[in-house]
């Protein structure tokens, strides 16, 4: 992006993070996979990005954007971290609209000076430069999942699509979700207790939902089901979810 470029080039150096793409599609793809709450936390090092999305304190979503992804990437100091409102950010970055012209793409320069500054986007089409300034807060502390490969009794990866289609057959006036791992029958089950009484899907391990089963005892987990999951949309991307 040559007019990027030369506009701002120099200017690097008063910069914390510097990253700039030559089709921005690629990171608001991304980036709406994990779109579930208004905020997000960004940390950034020498590796990439790592935008964070949280939900009452219990659900976890993360998206990693590696340095290799960016045409150009700086991190001047070993880490750079803010909280930013990610619905802005994705309306900023499809700020040309969300379907370009075939053969036309949307390039992005991204630039945080630091603690207090702004976010700023500089994105280009087609020789047209729009400057879009994001306030950024304090970050949050985020929840720290532990999942060491050695401490992982059970792991199972399933289809969103197909799991999708098994939330929306719970009972949604059950106050929880229970989550039923075993090697033996039933293998993997859903269950909820509501006002109609206690119900449970059954998924065997060859199920066409499955992706992976790897099960070594059994194992029962409860979760609050009045809270949204980040399982996946009708975007370009194929979803994968890993229970552990």
């Known amino acids: ?87 802005v950010l994705l309306d900023c970055l499809s700020i040309f609209g969300s379907s370009p012209m075939p053969g036309t793409l949307t390039a992005l320069r991204m630039c ?54 098994a939330f929306s057959e719970l009972d949604m006036t059950s106050e929880v979700l229970q989550i039923t791992m075993s090697p033996d029958k039933p293998y993997f089950r859903l269950s909820t207790f509501g006002n109609a009484g206690s119900s449970h899907l059954d998924y065997p391990k060859d199920s066409d939902l499955m992706e992976a089963f790897h099960c070594n005892q059994t194992q029962v987990n409860r979760s609050v089901l009045n809270i949204e999951f980040p399982i996946g949309d009708k975007e370009e991307v194929k979803y994968q979810i890993s229970v552990k």
């Open 1 to 87: 992006m040559p007019l990027l470029t030369q506009q701002i080039q120099d200017e690097d150096d008063q910069y914390s993070l510097v990253a700039s793409l030559d089709n921005v599609r690629n990171l608001s793809t991304i980036l709406k996979a994990i779109h579930f709450r208004e905020h997000a936390t960004c940390f950034a090092t020498k590796n990439g990005i790592k935008v964070t999305v949280e939900n009452a304190k219990c659900v976890q979503a993360n998206a990693f954007i590696q340095a290799g992804i960016f045409q150009e990437f700086k991190v001047q100091e070993e880490s750079v971290t803010f909280r930013i409102n990610l619905t």
């Open 112 to 165: 945080y000076q630091g603690y207090g500054y702004p976010l700023m986007l500089f994105l280009e089409e087609g020789g047209v430069v729009t400057v879009c300034k994001i306030n950024t807060q304090e970050p949050e502390e985020t929840l720290d999942f532990d999942f060491c490969s050695t401490n992982v009794i059970n792991k199972i990866i399933l289809q969103s699509e197909g799991l999708r289609e």
